[in-house]
């Protein structure tokens, strides 16, 4: 069957500093940023037919074009898929901007689904944007006759946010368990179900996480 891999795109300076960049375009790869954009490339080669697409950010779309050279293929540039908005949060990297940031995530794991960031996006509104990009790729390649794997290079608070709605996973596993740097999340949808196999190095069953804080890190 064919699958969805939801992968993060590689570092940035941005992520070293701890600074909350989440609009358009967006910070650039580190050099090891780059090193790991292609690592993943040659240690995960598809094992049959695929997609390759990226979020617009400049970061997500440097991962994909390192994994395109070293697969091969041709990969797109995609409209909603990026990074949660933070609004006024923007650029900070101080504790209280985490703090803010890291409550309405947390609200929005408890299904708070119109809690807003002070400027910025609720998670309805990541929602709206985003579910409808994976439910055409879905229809395209990973049901019917001609299926292929999807690769989708996004951002970490988006994508643990997206795979969490889709798959019902534990909503304390899904809040608490980081996504490095090209880490990498893998769905497969059958009979109108989403299954997740594996969420960066945890593969399942994804059980609750009773001892760990709901939201750990957010922007991973």
Request: with cysteine.
């Amino acid at each position: 069957m064919a699958r969805l891999h939801l992968v993060r795109h590689g570092e940035t300076t941005s992520n070293v500093m701890r600074r909350l960049d989440t609009a358009l375009p967006g910070a650039a790869l580190t050099d090891f940023g780059v090193r790991q954009g292609v690592r993943f490339a040659l240690e995960n080669p598809p094992s049959q037919p695929m997609v390759l697409l990226s979020s617009v950010a400049l970061r997500a779309q440097q991962t994909a074009e390192l994994m395109a050279s070293v697969w091969g293929v041709e990969t797109v540039a995609t409209e909603g898929i990026h990074e949660v908005q933070v609004g006024e949060l923007e650029d900070r990297f101080d504790d209280d901007a985490h703090g803010v940031f890291k409550d309405i995530i947390d609200r929005w794991h408890r299904g708070e689904l119109d809690a807003r960031i002070p400027g910025g996006e609720s998670l309805a509104m990541v929602y709206d944007r985003y579910l409808p990009v994976v439910d055409d790729l879905m229809r395209r390649y990973l049901i019917g006759p001609d299926q292929r794997d999807v690769y989708v290079v996004s951002h970490g608070a988006a994508i643990r946010l997206i795979a969490a709605r889709l798959s019902g996973i534990d909503q304390s596993f899904a809040a608490s368990t980081h996504l490095r740097n090209t880490g990498s999340i893998e769905l497969e949808y059958s009979d109108g179900t989403w299954t997740c196999h594996r969420w960066g190095a945890v593969t399942g069953p994804f059980g609750p996480r009773i001892d760990e804080p709901l939201v750990s890190d957010p922007m991973g």
